[in-house]
């Protein structure tokens, strides 16, 4: 069952195919639907050591689909031993693993590149880090028992829609070596409650470290397979300049720090008021290939970089808090923050183009508006 996409002429209209903005154009009605389903974290909930519930970023390519609990079932098969058919029950009663995971989708900060890929419109909000818990997929892999010539393990989500002409449901693979890895989980809740609809509902699988388009939601199907998949979504996740490069394959979180935005926002541009003083800029940061080891904060725009305090860690996945105190003074400042991680990986100070729109890591410009501190008080 493993292709599940089919070429339809038929199909080819319903919208212009994947391409970059004219110059000057606007983001249209086209992208807002888009930005108006699929929400961002608000920033300032970087506050949160664990993204509270509903504030996690949500990105879902067709429609959530209506999935019963209690009748789900997921099945288990292609080049194994064992085919498997699991009811949630039979996975709950695995062995259970909860771990807090920073997810961000691979388009985060897409709507800053120049020229703009027409897509979702994100800035820099595609982000959250909640507490998921599931049980290994290994485990389960363990007992179906992949047979020799086994090469890939397919991912098939309940959602169906069409992209470009190509009608499909959604789906994404690991090589066996990757989808055996102890850390990818079958997921069937977060902070401590059943997955919600739009996170997938009633199970997903998780990639730890991994862009969010690994994690396949509504996950109905793993399927082993003896060669390399090459699905629609496998294609589309690849770093191109150019429509018929082949690319590279999109595949972990490259690093990347925020900044909490300081003080108070302006209701429109979402511009900072900061009073002059002492202030503490705060923040998180994270990468899907190594530790965060380094985190620089600049004031002025990028011309200087000040090291800032590393803070805890909840997981090993999760992200990490950085705070440094600063005395704002008294005119413009534009914040920046970028991560450095234990593989050197580092983020650029201008952004890198690609068609896609992919892992534009080009720190933040939060534009602060530091006021003189007398308020006119006593
Ligand atoms: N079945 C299915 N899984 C999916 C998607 C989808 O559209 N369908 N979107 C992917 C993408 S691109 C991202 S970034 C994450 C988002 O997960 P979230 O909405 O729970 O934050 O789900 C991934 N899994
Ligand atoms: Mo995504």
Redesign the pocket.
């Known amino acids: 069952m493993t292709t599940t996409e089919t070429s339809n002429p038929a199909l080819a209209g319903l919208s212009r195919p994947a391409r970059v903005a004219d110059e000057g154009e606007g983001v249209g009605l086209d992208e807002i639907g888009l930005a108006a389903r699929n929400h961002g974290m608000p920033l300032e909930l970087l506050a949160h050591d664990v993204t509270p519930l509903g504030a996690?970023?949500?990105?879902?390519?067709?429609d959530i689909p209506l999935a019963d609990a209690t009748t789900w079932a997921l099945e288990v098969g292609g080049l194994v031993r064992s085919p498997l058919s699991l009811s949630l029950a039979d996975l709950q009663a695995r062995p259970v693993v909860s771990r807090t995971v920073t997810?961000e989708?691979?388009g985060n900060g897409r709507a800053r590149l120049s020229p703009r890929p027409v897509s979702q419109p994100w800035l820099h909000e595609?982000v959250?880090a909640m507490t998921w818990t599931g049980t290994p997929l290994a485990g389960v892999l363990a007992d179906a028992a992949p047979l020799d010539g086994a090469v890939d393990v397919v991912f098939t989500?309940a959602?169906h829609g069409v992209e470009r002409g190509v009608e499909q449901d959604?789906q994404r693979s690991l090589t066996v070596e990757q989808a055996t890895d102890p850390e990818v989980l079958l997921a069937w809740a977060c902070n401590g409650v059943e997955l919600p609809p739009?996170?997938?509902h009633p199970l997903r699988l998780l990639v730890p470290g991994w862009?969010?388009?690994a994690?396949?939601?509504?996950l109905r199907s793993v399927e082993v397979v003896d060669h390399v998949f090459d699905g629609y979504q496998m294609r589309a996740y690849s770093l191109r300049q150019a429509p018929e490069e082949e690319g590279e394959r999109v595949t972990r979180i490259a690093p990347r720090a925020l900044v909490q935005p300081p003080g108070f926002p302006d209701f429109l541009s979402r511009r900072r008021v900061v009073r002059a003083g002492p202030q503490l800029l705060t923040g998180r940061a994270w990468s899907g290939w190594a530790e965060v080891v380094s985190v620089e904060v600049s004031v002025d725009g990028g011309a200087t970089w000040v090291e800032a305090e590393l803070g805890a860690q909840p997981d090993p996945r999760a992200w990490r808090s950085w705070s440094l105190p600063w005395t704002a003074t008294e005119g413009r400042h534009v914040v920046s923050a970028r991560a450095t991680d234990a593989t050197g990986r580092t983020q650029p100070s201008e952004p890198v183009w690609n068609r896609g729109g992919f892992a534009n890591t080009a720190p933040q410009d939060l534009q602060v508006l530091v006021l003189a501190a007398d308020r006119g008080e006593s």
Do not use: E, R
Not at 56 to 62: I, P, S
Not at 215 to 218: E, G, L, Y
């Open positions: 996690h970023y949500v990105l879902t390519h067709y997810m989708c691979a595609a959250g989500g959602d959604y739009q996170h997938g862009y969010g388009m994690s396949v939601k509504w």
